[in-house]
């Protein structure tokens, strides 16, 4: 897909995320927005992803020869649900369910809703990252030579269970495996540089043995580009590891450069003022 036509998916991804959140007035729309284009990028671009005759993805829990995608942020499922529904794994229209009773599509993401897509529950934070190394272990064990992929975001990076797997990876020589860490500089309890500082990441990954790339998650451009350089990277002996760079809140003006919007659902004039910023690319659900 040209980087026009990703732009495009992302402007109507945004639009989904907050949809979704404003009509049950609940949810996280600010890292959501931010890391839109990065999941635009994997899942319509960079991804090997299961087919039928026809091309349409079909999802298979055991992910089984194609690249497997693990949201450890679970609490950004808006995205991974209006990516995952725009892709074609299931229909656009249950995106109205977000967070009502009895909705396959719950606040974090979990596999009993049976939603194709969603391998893992998400949201209890730190967690991911482990779980992406365990299933590129398998594929490897299985010569199976597609790709995992883990996001997490820069406030998880607070949680102890990361650099366990942080150190396991690199001795273990996961190199089948890219991850991804949200630099928004922003969590639920304020930045974080206050919170509880990260200091130098790519000193502390690098220390461990992966190999560190940085991007700018918020440039398309940037993304598809860094994504190709990092798979060109891969069965060297090394995990990677990207820092992407995000805005909370990216795309819509008022959203950006605050952690307000963490967890904060836009009312019918801030979500007006908002779409109004947002090209409908693919029609609205």
């Known amino acids: 897909m040209q980087t026009q036509e990703l732009k495009n998916v992302a402007s109507q991804v945004r639009r989904d995320i907050l949809r979704q959140v404003h009509a049950c007035q609940s949810g996280h729309p600010g890292g959501s927005l ?33 690249d497997v995608f693990y949201l450890s942020n679970g609490h950004i499922s808006p995205l991974l649900y209006s990516v995952l529904a725009r892709r074609g794994y299931f229909p656009v229209k249950e995106l109205a369910t977000f967070r009502q009773l009895n909705s396959r599509l719950q606040g974090h993401p979990t596999p009993h809703e049976h939603l194709e897509g969603i391998r893992i ?13 365990g299933t590129a272990q398998a594929k490897k064990l299985s ?56 200091r130098d990441l ?5 220390a461990f043995g992966w190999n560190v790339l940085r991007m700018d998650g918020n440039n398309m451009d940037e993304v598809v580009a860094t994504l190709a350089h990092a798979k060109s990277l891969l069965g060297q002996g ?3 590891m990207i820092l992407m760079k995000t805005e909370m809140g990216a795309g819509v003006d008022f959203m950006m450069g605050s952690h ?3 967890g904060v659902a836009p009312n019918d004039q801030q979500l007006a003022d908002a779409l109004a910023q947002l090209n409908e690319t693919l029609g609205d659900y």
């Open 121 to 133: 529950a998400s949201g209890s934070l730190g967690q991911g990252l482990s779980v992406a190394i």
């Open 260 to 262: 307000k919007w963490h």
């Open 238 to 240: 090394s995990p990677i």
């Open 34 to 66: 931010g890391c839109t284009d990065l999941l635009v990028g994997l899942y319509f671009n960079s991804m090997k992803l299961a087919q039928d005759a026809n091309r349409k993805v079909i999802f298979n829990m055991s992910g089984a020869n194609e």
């Open 143 to 198: 010569n199976d030579a597609s790709i995992v992929y883990c996001l997490m975001g820069d406030g998880e990076q607070n949680e102890g269970q990361v650099w366990e797997a942080a150190m396991y990876a690199p001795h273990h020589q996961v190199d089948n495996l890219i991850a991804f860490i949200d630099e928004n500089g922003q969590q639920i309890d304020g930045p974080t540089e206050k919170v509880m500082s990260n």
């Open 202 to 206: 790519e000193a502390k990954y690098k």
